[in-house]
């Protein structure tokens, strides 16, 4: 069993930068994957980023590349996503996620076991 919980989310100007955290527990953090997805209101959950597990792969979707950093501290359990800068459209309910089975860049919800609660990101124009 895995348990995450997100933190960080928040209203950030567009053009502003916001940081989301994922604490993780209950596995051996580096053992295992870890992306995050997002979604908005009347849409499907989709893939935001993605890292292997001990951070040296990175994967991003087209949406957000350029834009948006994901990171991994095994050593606090945490994986964080920099949103820099963050726009309008990304305003969305911001989810981490833990995949056990692949080495990393899952992209889809499938593919990933355990899920945090979510944390929402607003962007104001």
């Known amino acids: 069993q895995v348990q995450l919980v997100e933190s960080g989310g928040g209203l950030v100007q567009a053009g502003g930068s916001l940081r989301l955290s994922c604490v993780a527990s209950g596995r051996t953090f580096s053992s295992y994957a870890m992306g995050w997805f997002r979604q908005a209101p009347g849409k499907e959950r989709e893939f935001v980023t993605a890292?292997?597990?001990?951070?040296?792969?990175?994967y991003y979707a087209d949406s957000v590349k350029g834009r948006f950093t994901i990171s991994r501290d095994n050593a606090k359990d945490t994986v964080y996503l920099q949103m820099n800068p963050p726009k309008p459209e990304d305003t969305a309910v911001y989810y981490c996620?833990?995949?056990?089975?692949?080495?990393?860049?899952?992209?889809?919800?499938?593919?990933?076991?355990?899920w945090g609660q979510g944390t929402q990101v607003t962007v104001s124009s």
């Open positions: 996620a833990a995949d056990l089975v692949t080495y990393a860049g899952a992209r889809n919800t499938h593919e990933y076991a355990y």
């Open positions: 890292i292997s597990r001990r951070g040296g792969s990175t």
